[in-house]
């Protein structure tokens, strides 16, 4: 069964504090994604890869960075984190962009 | 630029009862269409797809999407829910020309006993 993991769960971080988000994948899927959710809302794309020491801006990408170090790994990171950035983020993969999309636990972030 | 519309954003219906969930997406090409259902806490995980051939498709637990070329809709459908079904729904549109997937705001079922 396709596996996605999401570390951590939940995290409280500080306003202008470095927060890094990890995603990891066993199934071997070229196409990794970021999302966010906020209470009430659907997705929005932060950032995608479809092959690993490369990035691709999505739809809201001001304030994120990522990272794809490996095909199992992508990394979201914030560098001055923000209230404003408060929110659930999920990691997902998919084999092509057009094939299901297999979804992380979730990352609960609270930005104080 | 793709654009998918879910017109409601919360269904109440109770136990047995059949029930319509909404999709209807801008785009004249060569799609896929989707939906995924989120529980409580948890993150998305895939129904059914719909990208040529017969437009019902089956999904899992009991669910049906039909997809309308000339309404430009995949609307998804159940004839007798279950409290557990109670969740959100997202529809899903993406092309097999770029890399991109856009998600509907979603559609919060409840299913009251």
């Known amino acids: 069964e396709a596996a996605v993991t999401q570390s951590p769960r939940s995290k409280v971080a500080v306003t202008g504090g470095k927060v890094t988000l990890s995603c990891h994948q066993t199934?071997?899927?070229?196409?990794m994604y970021w999302y966010r959710q906020d209470t009430g809302h659907g997705l929005r794309l932060i950032h995608y890869?479809?092959?690993?020491?490369?990035?691709e801006k999505g739809d809201i990408p001001d304030g994120y960075k990522a990272s794809r170090p490996s095909q199992e790994n992508f990394s979201l990171i914030l560098e001055l984190a923000s209230l404003s950035q408060t929110a659930v983020y999920f990691c997902?993969?998919?084999?092509?962009?057009?094939?299901?999309?297999?979804f992380g636990p979730g990352t609960r972030l609270l930005v104080l | 630029t793709q654009t998918v519309s879910q017109s409601d954003a919360h269904v109440t219906v109770f136990e047995g009862d059949s029930v319509e969930l909404r999709c209807n997406y801008s785009?004249?090409?060569?799609?896929?269409l989707s939906w995924y259902i989120q529980h409580h806490g948890h993150g998305l995980q895939f129904l059914l797809k719909?990208?040529?051939?017969?437009?019902v498709v089956q999904g899992v637990n009991g669910f049906e999407a039909e997809f309308s070329k000339s309404d430009s809709s995949f609307h998804l459908r159940k004839a007798s829910v279950h409290w557990s079904d109670s969740a959100v729904y997202f529809c899903?549109?993406?092309?097999?020309?770029?890399?991109?997937?856009?998600f509907g705001d979603g559609t919060q079922l409840v299913v009251k006993p």
């Open positions: 997902a993969s998919s084999d092509r962009v057009q094939d299901t999309q297999y």
């Open positions: 719909y990208y040529s051939g017969n437009p």
């Open positions: 890869s479809y092959v690993a020491d490369s990035t």
């Open positions: 899903a549109v993406s092309q097999s020309s770029n890399n991109r997937i856009f």
């Open positions: 199934n071997n899927h070229d196409y």
């Open positions: 785009y004249g090409g060569s799609i896929y």
